[in-house]
């Protein structure tokens, strides 16, 4: 592992993380820089552990915490004629890599709680981590992911952290994602085991509810905002019919009342008026309507 080698590949893993903040996926989550990561840690680990078929735990930065990596150094004839198991993949005998290659590294991964951030496929929701595995040349590290020529049983995919509360185990579809971000569907032999004759990365999903509905709470919400706004309005117009119909009601009672005062003016006698001081004008009776009449005629 000359020093050249390793220089490009550090240059390799951090440039990619790189393009796949600044140009990459919206969400910036870019499954190609984070296996270039893998690789970089996994052969970092195999620099330190040199025991050849001895599966190894890689050591990822802090801020990646919820991922697990591991490695393993393998001959090719080894892993032809034995084949080889980790925790959650099992690569039976009669496998070769295509092209031939004398050793080889597997690097394995658990995406854990990062999965969704990585993946998704459209209409299904995941119900399991996705789980994968990368094989490539280890005396090249240059080289990339290794394609694999299986004439025997096919590699199996265990999830021992499937989502239990699905209970309908006819709705669960086993995924494959390409390098391409393309997604393939492939067999499942057991509730939590998936089949492929590739190497890649795999998970289990389940249909998911039909976007276009929304929840009956919202639909109720979405109701009661419209009776809310309805309500407004019949309240903002019946408001100005009251007005409008008090305004009619006061001027009428006050016309009424101008037309009682003026009758009662018109059948009342009229007074005479004088002048006060010159300036004040004030009524005058000008007749006395009860002439005064002594009670007795005696007047002493």
Same mark, same amino acid.
């Given at each position: 592992m000359g020093s050249d080698t390793s220089r490009f590949i550090v240059f390799m893993v951090f440039s990619s993380l790189l393009s796949s903040v600044i140009g990459g996926g919206g969400s910036g989550y870019d499954p190609k820089a984070l296996y270039a990561l893998f690789r970089y840690y996994a052969n970092q680990t195999l620099a330190i552990h040199h025991r050849t078929g001895t599966l190894s735990r890689v050591?990822?930065?802090?801020?990646?915490?919820? +991922?697990?990596?591991? !490695?393993?150094?393998?001959?090719?004839?080894?892993?032809?004629?034995?084949?080889?198991?980790?925790? &959650?993949?099992?690569?039976? /005998?009669? !496998?070769?890599?295509?092209?031939?290659?004398?050793?080889?590294?597997?690097?394995?991964?658990?995406?854990?709680?990062?999965?969704?951030?990585?993946?998704?496929?459209? #209409?299904?929701?995941?119900?399991?981590?996705?789980?994968? &595995?990368?094989?490539?040349?280890?005396?090249?590290?240059?080289?990339?992911?290794?394609?694999?020529?299986?004439? #025997?049983?096919?590699?199996?995919?265990?999830? /021992?952290?499937?989502? +239990?509360?699905?209970?309908?185990?006819?709705?669960?579809?086993?995924?494959?994602?390409?390098?391409?971000?393309? !997604?393939?569907?492939?067999? +499942?032999?057991e509730r939590d085991v998936c089949v492929t004759e590739n190497a890649g990365h795999f998970c289990i999903v389940i249909p998911a509810l039909t976007p276009s509905l929304p929840p009956p709470m919202l639909e109720k919400k979405g109701r009661d905002w419209k009776w809310w706004v309805i309500g407004c309005v019949i309240g903002a117009v019946g408001l100005v019919v009251s007005v409008s119909v008090g305004v009619v009601v006061l001027r009428w009672w006050r016309k009424r009342k101008i037309k009682d005062m003026e009758k009662e003016s018109d059948s009342s006698v009229a007074l005479d008026t004088f002048w006060v001081r010159g300036d004040h004008k004030m009524p005058c009776a000008s007749m006395i309507r009860t002439q005064p009449a002594l009670e007795h005629d005696y007047v002493p």
């Open positions: 050591s990822l930065p802090s801020n990646f915490s919820g +991922m697990e990596v591991s !490695v393993v150094r393998l001959r090719s004839g080894s892993l032809w004629g034995r084949g080889v198991n980790s925790e &959650f993949v099992k690569i039976p /005998p009669s !496998v070769r890599t295509l092209p031939y290659v004398k050793r080889l590294a597997i690097v394995y991964d658990n995406m854990g709680n990062w999965s969704s951030k990585y993946y998704h496929v459209p #209409g299904y929701s995941l119900v399991s981590p996705v789980i994968g &595995f990368e094989v490539y040349d280890y005396t090249d590290l240059t080289v990339g992911n290794s394609t694999l020529n299986v004439t #025997g049983e096919p590699i199996s995919i265990r999830f /021992p952290y499937l989502d +239990m509360r699905v209970k309908d185990v006819t709705r669960l579809k086993c995924v494959g994602f390409g390098d391409d971000g393309s !997604v393939e569907f492939k067999n +499942m032999t």
